[in-house]
T-cell receptor, first 113, second 116 residues
Framework: DTAVSQTPKYLVTQMGNDKSIKCEQN?????MYWYKQDSKKFLKIMFS???????INETVPNRFSPKSPDKAHLNLHINSLELGDSAVYFC????????????FGPGTRLTVT | KNQVEQSPQSLIILEGKNCTLQ??????????LRWYKQDTGRGPVSLTI?????NTKSNGRYTATLDADTKQSSLHITASQLSDSASYIC???????????????FGKGTHLIIQP
């Protein structure tokens, strides 16, 4: 009965590879988010999707492409991985954009070598 | 530019003691302010959400206050427990032109350590 789930939990890959992280929420929420948390623990919003439409794109590199097949899923695809992409990526969802509680997934720790 | 500043950056207190974490913001127009607790290796969990008209809100031993005039919020933890050791993140939401809230500004968090 997990509210927001992410896979994989850990991802180790080499520079230049392409990888995807999947996220699913079973809360019936309209809005989903992707966040990046770097080594300094600073949480930065990357994308927000509301009913499958991109609402926020915080000027992340275009190597990052979110894809939402339906409002319960928001996947993150990363092309040509770089060392600086190493971080913990969190998916979250909320009833509507900026309103109500955000429920976060457990995070995906990405390590690029 | 919308900003959220939290202080202190880190804090160590003894178990059983109280503490207060601060959050100052310049986000405008204001919609709501949230406090999150993030345990090591886990995603953030919401503690409180306050709108403009709310001055204080409690969640167990956690009490958040909001002064919308001075744009300050505090999170007070009473009778701290070892499980309170975590990062506490203040997030302020700005109201969008369409009437719905959009734009989330995150503070860098306060890292709290409770010592036995």
């Amino acid at each position: 009965d997990t509210a927001v789930s992410q896979t994989p939990k850990y991802l180790v890959t080499q520079m230049g590879n392409d990888k995807s992280i999947k996220c699913e929420q079973n809360l019936g929420h309209d809005t989903m988010y992707w966040y990046k948390q770097d080594s300094k623990k600073f949480l930065k919003i990357m994308f927000s999707y509301n009913n499958k439409e991109l609402i926020i794109n915080e000027t992340v590199p275009n190597r990052f492409s979110p894809k939402s097949p339906d409002k319960a899923h928001l996947n993150l695809h990363i092309n040509s991985l770089e060392l600086g992409d190493s971080a913990v990526y969190f998916c979250a969802s909320s009833l509507a954009l900026g309103l109500g509680e955000q429920y976060f997934g457990p995070g995906t720790r990405l390590t690029v070598t | 530019k919308n900003q959220v500043e939290q202080s202190p950056q880190s804090l160590i207190i003894l178990e059983g003691k109280n503490c207060t974490l601060q959050c100052n913001y310049t986000v405008s127009p204001f919609s709501n302010l949230r406090w999150y607790k993030q345990d090591t290796g886990r995603g953030p969990v919401s503690l409180t959400i306050m709108t403009f008209s709310e001055n204080t809100k409690s969640n167990g031993r956690y009490t958040a206050t909001l002064d919308a005039d001075t744009k300050q919020s505090s999170l007070h933890i009473t009778a701290s427990q070892l499980s309170d050791s975590a990062s506490y993140i203040c997030v302020v939401s700005a109201r969008g032109s369409g009437g719905g809230a959009d734009g989330l500004t995150f503070g860098k968090g306060t890292h709290l350590i409770i010592q036995p």
